[in-house]
């Protein structure tokens, strides 16, 4: 349901009502095929907001090109029709789907629902309220988003980076970051974006690539590039592409008064008042909760935090106040890609959980009729071409192309279509496929990337195996993109006519593979995460063995105290580890480690080993790696000297006990970053500044009389945590910035700790006289990481952590099928991050413990026995490691070696088929035959 | 008649292929010369394709694949990248100017790019001229 | 009587007869039984142009079978494949110079008028030598394979062939069924310990002997390419195997390709250029690669380099 907003949620958790107002479209979605003939008509122009109104669009368009569903809609806003009965209709007219409805109406929709996820998303602060930064006054101001849009190559300057005054090329470029963040005077949004820094630096290195010569200023006050890989990524932006970071808050943009430049003032890293001319100020804006999302939560009926984000638990980050509601993405607070797609697998899982019981009672299986054998048959295939409207008929001569086709080897039938995807032209295909006994199809139309799966099911539905179709594709690559040209686009189109048939012909039926799932899971790790993850899996009714390698479930979060939000852990570890430890499903594994692992998806077999050396072997169908990490001992700050220079972890302890340095201590020193964000160890350990502010504050409030000094690269109490930061400041908390280059000195004086440092603000040398220094120290890898890496073949970043399938868009997934990770052992990360992970994990686990058989695509690497003879070039370049070499005839050494694929390993790259001397391997669907055959095809004119 | 190339492209199904569809929605207009065929990775790309295609008469082949790091399946296009320079080397072996071959990145957001690649690659054949056009064969 | 047989020999170095002579004992009854050779230049003075030369065409007698060695160099070699075609019914291709052009045609790597005046006008020559235009068949544009030229019915590739497989070859055409012969490459009948390509980065020259230890078999040995030294096995059709291994790798020396490429119509330049790029091997590391296709240069596979001026920019 596209254009619709929920009115209202009643009932309770399990049963909800909930009421949902779609807007009319006046495109009826079932005819629109999305050529966009509309568009082009559309005299009407209006502002895109989707190019962050930098662009034009049409009163009838698609939002943007990739758009689900890729339909047309009509703005009835700005439509000139629609404002005024009689008038244009220009799109109606020229729609040869008839698709265009102008008399369509809204709707109200009833839906009966278990559970409910609320993901409204955030909006970016508009900068134009608070006059300052001079946006919508200055032209050359403008917003991130805006330069995201000027950046793309789909944007309205194709990625060159102009000024919108004058069109002249941007030389000198100026981010301000925390616009709309971290800033309670202008907009009143204290909390911190987190996304902000991450992003004005990409954007910075991206328009470097885009126009060479630009020079590029970032104005921050705390780079807070927290996440995995981020610091790294800033480190090289700094040396690579140049980027300037200047850590001052500006305080508003002018003119120079004669020309559209802008002139930023600000105090330099030497303490001066400095002016610098800029061609372009990026406002860096915050994310913030969006009206409509607001109401929405009213209606809802949830709380919402003080900064207006869902108010969520660290030990329950996707539940809402009100059960049965769940939350995911920046909705409950600021967040990245990443944790957004690991949020939304989270709430997933939190639903399945509630709804477990009634899963699969809705679901129902498509039948097909049986598959018609036609290895053996000589090829007739049957050619159908799309006129697509005139979309294709327009410019190819879609006659002479039909005709054309007969003409073609093993083509025994050639029909015409007004439009190939449409449902009579489905059910018309499936009975010329009876009816002429067609076993091979070539749809000359649009792109296989969209529509080739409709025809698979067409042909499905024929009795015809999925696999005998082939697209030709004269729309998108042929009439769309040679308008001018109709007979060169004729003749392309029978060269690509001819090639599709060439290639099905060397087709072969494939039968998708399916393996056995052992519908148990396995969690290594017994910490937050690990216990989390088995948890949901066992709640949502799967076995789940939870291997630990201690004797005490519990992992770091043993050591700690209070989340940044303030729930006390000990009493929520309590409460968890009771609920594994009771949960039948559930079986525990203390003091055993994984010593052994084979098998694929659905199917591994871990074999793990206690500390009195006995063994147990586990099958379980998907695997979660909880493994956590470690504390990081320093070397540095002479540590190991002076008594009462102590770790963080140290300090909580001392101060829980409220040890006599602690008590008698009046002056206390945090230093931040030891042991992250340097040399080897490029990243930051994201809880550690949280950490101190929180320990801080605790020293402040219960006597205001102490020093409490933090020495600190970058504060980064992203999100919400922010209000910490503030709080410590309004307590007297003092902070003291320190650069790599000159870390602090510790030294010990008798009764007192020196700590020098270099002050930034104050430029001298301070001398702290410290009775306490305590150093917030590094969450390292856990150092048998690697161990576990061979076991599973599951990669390990430069860091030493886990390494996910893809940073963005799969951040628990590894690139083994089935394998998942969560918590520590991905990068470090505060407790609601880690049970975050863990569900998603755990829900990402499901979906394939759900299944008793796992269904893998048809197109895999199929050795070819007469060809193949164990050379072995293509073992090791199989990126999935699934290729092995075996003896031909089994346990005979001397009757030569082949390979073997593992079909459930294998993804069907084809990089061993392209590496074959001798055509020893081919991917089904791909093969040295199709391809040579459309390549001889290609060129036999 | 002016000379009218043929050109293949190896279009990797995630990205390359993908832009030439997205050129075809934006109605990007680029010459005809160039024959799509579409493959699951540019790893998959047999260099003897590449010598095949030169043989039966294509006048340049293109490899259009993901940038490097964000290939489908891990280093597909590390591969891809790897072949082509021996591919680019060995084709004057074999006869051919290097001209003839390309290898390209594309993102599946990058319809311009895959436009600017086809429509240079043919503007360089057609500098070239045909292929095998001064050697046919003494015999 | 026996199959009537004649033998003929190109561009040849005799290698390949004499490796007929080596399938030993068994020659005996093949030669006094199963074939009745007719026609063998290398055996009897059986003059072209009449025992005088009194004819005025080249005739070869009629025969079943035919069995060429050596590629085609210059017109005479054309005459007498063009004859042997016209008067055999099945004519085999025999060694690799027939099949794949062979040494011979590392030739066609040169350009050709050069390589001539180099040959006709070095230091040991006369003064004033020219290359002759008479007396010496002239040379074709470069040097092909028998089947660029005529049909061939059944290759046999070698230098020299397997005895072994020539002998099958021979039996089977005189029991008129299909010669049983490896298709695969020389890995197939490779017994040396393979677990994949991935672990060196470049090529070594084979100027140190290979890691093994002296005494123990050849299985218990890593294969060589995985060793990084330039093993031409995955690219080269098997043949070479008489005692267990393949003759080189049993000599503890990587195969040179000398059996021709595994597909008929295969490249072993580029399979193995990109066998190795695929694994990661720097394939700039191969000193002088041309030289793989030392054993199939003909069928157009080895050119002489063009030294062309650069057009356009290279990418």
């Known amino acids: 349901m596209t254009l619709s907003e929920i009115t209202t949620i009643d009932g309770l958790a399990g049963n909800f009502t909930v009421t949902v107002e779609e807007a009319p479209r006046y495109v009826d979605q079932e005819k629109c095929i999305a050529c966009g003939d509309c568009t082009e008509k559309c005299p009407k122009e209006v502002v895109n907001e989707f190019d962050a109104e930098t662009g034009k669009r049409k009163a009838v368009y698609v939002k943007y090109p990739q758009a689900v569903p890729l339909k047309y809609q009509i703005d009835a806003d700005t439509c000139i029709r629609l404002q005024k009965t009689g008038a244009c209709g220009a799109c109606e007219e020229v729609c040869d789907a008839g698709a265009i409805n102008f008399d369509d109406v809204g709707r109200i929709h009833e839906v009966n629902v278990g559970a409910v996820v609320m993901a409204p998303g955030f909006e970016v602060f508009d900068p134009a309220d608070s006059g300052v930064w001079g946006y919508g006054t200055f032209p050359n101001v403008i917003t991130s988003l805006q330069l995201e849009r000027y950046l793309s190559a789909s944007g309205p300057t194709e990625g060159q980076l102009v000024r919108p005054s004058d069109g002249k090329v941007v030389n000198k470029v100026a981010f301000l970051q925390c616009i709309g963040s971290r800033d309670e005077n202008l907009c009143g949004n204290g909390y911190c974006s987190s996304v902000c820094c991450m992003y004005a630096i990409k954007e910075a290195v991206t328009a470097k690539v885009n126009s060479p010569g630009l020079q590029t200023s970032i104005f921050y006050m705390d780079m807070r590039t927290h996440g995995k890989e981020f610091d790294q990524y800033m480190e090289r932006a700094r040396e690579t592409s140049s980027v300037r970071f200047v850590r001052c808050r500006v305080n508003g943009v002018e003119t120079d008064g004669t020309s559209d430049d802008l002139r930023l003032s600000y105090v330099n890293e030497e303490g001066r008042q400095v002016e610098e001319l800029f061609d372009m100020v990026v406002l860096s804006v915050g994310l913030q909760t969006p009206k409509h999302a607001l109401e929405l939560a009213h209606n809802a009926g949830i709380k919402l935090t003080g900064d207006n984000f869902a108010a969520t638990t660290d030990f329950a980050p996707v539940q809402t106040s009100r059960e049965g509601i769940f939350t995911c993405g920046s909705f409950s607070g600021p967040k990245n890609i990443p944790q957004s797609v690991t949020g939304g697998s989270a709430a997933a899982a939190a639903v399945s959980d509630l709804l477990s019981p009634s899963r699969f009672e809705f679901s129902t299986d498509v039948s097909f009729p049986d598959e018609k054998d036609v290895s053996v048959d000589q090829p007739r295939v049957g050619v159908f071409v799309c006129r697509c409207g005139s979309n294709i008929a327009g410019v190819v001569d879609v006659e002479a192309l039909a005709e054309y086709s007969t003409l073609l080897p093993e083509v025994v039938y050639v029909e015409k279509n007004l439009f190939s995807c449409s449902q009579d032209s489905q059910d018309m295909i499936e009975e010329r496929i009876r009816e002429q006994n067609l076993n091979r199809i070539v749809i000359a139309a649009c792109s296989p990337r969209t529509h080739e799966p409709l025809f698979r099911k067409t042909l499905k539905a024929a009795g015809l195996n999925e696999y005998l179709v082939e697209m030709a594709n004269i729309r998108n690559q042929n009439s769309w993109v040679h308008i001018a040209e109709p007979e060169a686009a004729t003749s392309k189109a029978k060269d690509l006519v001819r090639m599709a048939v060439a290639r099905v012909i060397c087709s072969d039926s494939l039968k998708p593979i399916s393996v056995p799932v052992m519908q148990k899971g396995l969690v290594i790790g017994g910490g937050i995460a690990g216990m989390t993850a088995a948890l949901n899996m066992a709640e949502q009714g799967f076995e789940v063995h939870l291997v630990e390698r201690t004797d005490i479930l519990g992992g770091n979060a043993l050591n700690l105290k209070h989340t940044w939000s303030g729930q006390h852990v000990p009493t929520e570890v309590g409460k968890l580890v009771d609920k594994v430890v009771w949960n039948e499903k559930i079986v525990i594994h203390k003091e055993f480690e994984v010593t052994a692992a084979e098998g694929f998806v659905g199917n591994f077999r871990s074999t793990i080993t206690g500390k009195d050396g006995s063994q147990k072997t586990i099958e379980h169908g998907a695997g979660i790696v909880a493994t956590g990490a470690e504390q990081y001992i320093p070397q540095e700050y002479n540590y190991e000297s002076i008594t009462r220079v102590v770790t963080s972890v140290q300090f909580d302890k001392l101060y829980e006990l409220n040890e006599v340095h602690v008590r008698k201590a009046k002056n206390f020193v945090f230093i931040q970053c030891v042991g992250s964000r340097e040399e080897n160890n490029m990243y930051c350990s994201k809880v550690c500044c949280t950490h101190s502010v929180q320990s801080a504050i605790a020293l402040k409030k219960e006597n205001p009389n102490r020093n409490v000094y933090i020495l600190y690269r970058d504060i980064r109490t992203y999100g919400q945590r922010e209000a910490l930061y503030k709080q410590a400041r309004k307590l007297g908390v003092i902070f003291i910035n320190y650069e790599l280059h000159g870390k602090p000195n510790v030294a010990e004086n008798g009764q007192v700790i020196n700590v020098e440092i270099w002050d930034h603000v104050l430029h001298r040398l301070l001398r702290l006289e410290a009775d306490m220094v305590i150093l917030a120290i590094a969450v390292r890898p856990n150092g048998d990481a690697s161990t576990l890496s061979k076991l599973y073949k599951l990669p390990v970043d430069g860091d030493g952590f886990f390494q996910e399938a893809h940073s963005k868009i799969r951040p628990v997934d590894f690139s083994v099928d089935g394998m998942f990770v969560a918590g520590l052992a991905h990068y470090p990360k505060p407790i609601e991050e880690s049970v975050a992970q863990a569900l998603a994990a755990s829900s990402r686990a499901v979906t394939i413990l759900s299944k008793t058989k796992v269904s893998l695509d048809g197109v895999k690497a199929i050795v070819d026995e007469e060809y193949c003879d164990g050379c072995a070039l293509c073992v090791d370049v199989c990126p999935y490691d699934a290729i092995t070499l075996v003896d031909r005839v089994a346990d005979d050494p001397d009757g030569g070696k082949l390979i073997r694929v593992n079909q459930a390993q294998c993804k069907g790259c084809g990089i061993c088929q392209g590496s074959c001397p001798k055509r020893g391997v081919n991917i089904a669907g791909f093969t040295m035959k199709q391809i040579s055959a459309q390549i001889s095809a290609a060129l036999a004119v | 008649m002016s000379f009218e190339p043929k050109i293949i492209a190896f279009c990797c199904n995630w990205c390359s292929y993908a832009a030439a569809d997205l050129a075809g929605i934006h109605r990007m207009q680029y010459p005809h010369n160039v024959r799509i065929i579409r493959l699951m990775c540019s790893g998959m790309v047999h260099p003897e394709f590449v010598m095949d295609a030169l043989s039966q008469g294509a006048d340049g082949v293109m490899v259009l694949g993901c940038h490097l790091g964000e290939c489908h399946y891990r280093d597909g296009n590390y591969r891809a990248m790897d072949r082509s320079d021996m591919v680019a080397e060995l084709l004057e072996d074999f006869g051919y100017e290097q001209e003839r071959f390309s290898l390209t990145w594309v993102s599946s957001q990058e319809p311009d790019k895959f436009v600017k690649a086809v429509t240079e690659m043919t503007a360089s054949i057609k500098e070239l001229g045909p292929v095998n056009g001064e050697q046919a064969e003494v015999v | ?315």
């Open chain 3, 1 to 315: 009587m026996g199959v009537t047989t004649a033998l003929e020999w190109l561009g040849s170095c005799s290698g390949c007869e004499i490796a007929i002579l080596n399938i030993g004992e068994d020659l005996v009854s093949l030669i006094t039984e199963t074939l009745n050779i007719v026609h063998a230049p290398i055996l009897m003075d059986h003059k072209y142009f009449g025992q005088c030369g009194e004819g005025v065409t080249l005739e070869i007698p009629e025969a079943v079978v035919g069995i060429v060695t050596g590629g085609v160099n210059n017109r005479e070699h054309l005459e007498v494949l063009q004859e042997m075609r016209k008067k055999c019914k099945v004519l085999l291709a025999l060694g690799t110079c027939a099949t794949h052009g062979g040494i011979p045609a590392l030739m066609n790597g040169q350009d050709q008028l050069e390589s001539w005046e180099g040959i006709f006008s070095t230091v040991s020559t006369d003064p004033g030598a020219e290359i002759p235009n008479v007396e010496v068949p002239p040379p074709l544009d470069r040097v092909y394979a028998c089947d660029e030229k005529v049909k061939i019915d059944m290759q046999l590739p070698g230098c020299p062939p397997n005895p072994e497989l020539i002998g099958e070859v021979i039996v089977a055409l005189a029991e008129g069924r299909v010669p049983v012969l490896p298709g695969k490459s020389v890995c197939d009948t490779c017994p040396t310990k393979r677990e994949g390509k991935g672990m060196v980065d470049k090529v070594k020259r084979f100027i140190n002997n290979v890691e093994f230890k002296p005494g123990t078999p050849i299985d218990e040995m890593r294969c060589l390419l995985e060793q990084g030294y330039m093993c031409m096995g995955p690219v080269t059709v098997a043949g070479c195997a008489k005692r267990g291994g393949p003759s080189c790798i049993s000599a503890r020396v990587p195969c040179r390709g000398c059996f021709g490429p595994v597909r008929r119509d295969g490249n072993q330049l580029l399979d193995m250029m990109n066998g190795l790029v695929s694994n990661g091997l720097d394939f700039k590391s191969v000193v002088d690669r041309r030289s793989v296709l030392r054993f199939s240069g003909a069928h157009g596979r080895l050119r002489p380099v063009k030294k062309r001026v650069a057009r356009g920019k290279v990418k």
